[in-house]
């Protein structure tokens, strides 16, 4: 079994940073593509980044192009978000999600965090 746990949430002026992790046990990272996904109230969960297993292939929402970054330490068995240049529509509860397939589909990631809140104030 995968477990996945963020950390790196909390509140944030518009316009400053935070930089999420997701710590993966039980199976090495490196074994998946790996995804960030966010939730705000009343709204659908979205796509946010993907990287693949060897970092080759990164992807984002066309929304956080240019701000947010992705990146993995396989030795740490540990994923990044690093998100700059915060807007207020940046809140939300934001998942990691370890898949076999890279890619933007909420549906083809077999394993989730529980989320860490991201509070962004105007």
């Known amino acids: 079994q995968v477990q996945l746990v963020e950390s790196g949430g909390g509140l944030v002026q518009a316009g400053g940073s935070l930089r999420l992790s997701c710590a993966v046990s039980g199976r090495a990272v490196s074994t998946y593509a790996m995804g960030w996904f966010r939730q705000a109230p009343g709204k659908e969960r979205e796509f946010v980044a993907a990287?693949?297993?060897?970092?080759?292939?990164?992807d984002y929402a066309d929304s956080v192009k240019g701000r947010f970054t992705v990146s993995r330490d396989n030795a740490k068995n540990t994923v990044y978000l690093q998100m700059n240049s915060l807007k207020p529509e940046d809140t939300a509860l934001y998942y990691c999600a370890a898949s076999r397939f890279f890619g933007s589909a909420a549906s083809s990631y077999d394993y989730w965090g529980q989320g860490t809140q991201v509070t962004v104030s105007s």
């Open positions: 990287i693949s297993y060897r970092v080759v292939h990164t």
